[in-house]
């Protein structure tokens, strides 16, 4: 596993719930169109991810690692409530970059991060 892949993963699942977050927003202004043209955006994104899973699933990178890169996309209203920063982490975009980096660091550490 390398870097490129939590990130990707992360990219990934961040897009997929950048769209149930559109669709919340939807269902609560009663806009069902969106609500419709979100839902095909929020089944493209699970079948991306899918494939991108599947895709590093013999190498997986590190849960923490992915999840702490996704914490950092806080404006999205699903991010906030599925994926709450840890306590005590900083409400500031570089203390999430910073624990994003500390939390690859620490997974190639443990083993889990690419071969050298």
Do not use: F
């Amino acid at each position: 596993m390398d870097d490129t892949d939590a990130r990707t993963l992360a990219e990934q699942y961040t897009a997929l719930l950048a769209a149930v977050s559109q669709c919340a927003r939807a269902a609560r202004d009663g806009d069902w169109h969106y609500l419709s043209d979100q839902a095909d955006a929020t089944a493209k994104a699970a079948q991306h991810l899918s494939r991108v899973a599947a895709s590093v699933s013999s190498h997986a990178p590190a849960a923490d690692t992915v999840l702490s890169i996704v914490s950092a996309a806080s404006g999205l209203e699903a991010v906030r409530l599925l994926h709450p920063p840890p306590r005590g982490a900083g409400k500031t975009g570089e203390s999430r970059v910073s624990m994003s980096r500390s939390a690859i660091a620490a997974s190639q550490q443990n083993g889990r991060g690419p071969a050298n």
